[in-house]
């Protein structure tokens, strides 16, 4: 059973990104992959964040988010500005584009967790979260 788990969690996460694509396609926000989800969201939750911020927000490299982030430029989703304390820092935010589908991107994420979730209690949530939580933190 042990030697089970981390096969569990891929085929959860691809199954999950398979869900996504489908739901992205069927709402026809084109060009936006599942590992884009994580830099909208934070991105809809504050008006403005550098490279290095959302970086860490979203546990990644500082370069796997720049690559993440000129696609979404270049989709027009997202878009650069120069900080307005430091000239030097470049700023990430939503285009007007971007806050457009961001009400569909909100859908498919709940249809994500409730497809995901469905028939667990909360206490099971909970539990569930708690061990995950854990075998992530094993690995840090």
């Known amino acids: 059973m042990a030697n089970n788990i981390i096969s569990l969690i891929s085929q959860i996460r691809s199954k999950a990104n398979k869900l996504i694509i489908n739901e992205l396609e069927k709402a026809g926000i084109d060009g ?17 964040c550098s490279m290095q911020e959302l970086a860490k927000k979203i546990n ?12 979404l430029v270049a989709i027009g989703l997202v878009e650069k500005i120069t900080s307005p304390v430091d000239a030097r820092i470049n700023l990430i935010r939503l285009s007007a584009k971007g806050n457009n589908i961001m009400p569909k991107i909100k ?19 909970q539990e569930v979260s708690s061990y995950l939580a854990r075998l992530a933190d094993n690995l840090s």
């Open 60 to 71: 990644r490299t500082k370069p796997t988010v720049t690559v993440l982030v000129k696609k």
């Open 32 to 48: 936006v992959v599942p590992s884009h989800g994580s830099i909208l969201h934070v991105l809809a939750m504050q008006e403005s």
């Open 107 to 125: 859908i498919i994420s709940k249809t994500l967790i409730n497809t995901t979730l469905k028939g667990f209690s909360e206490k099971e949530i």
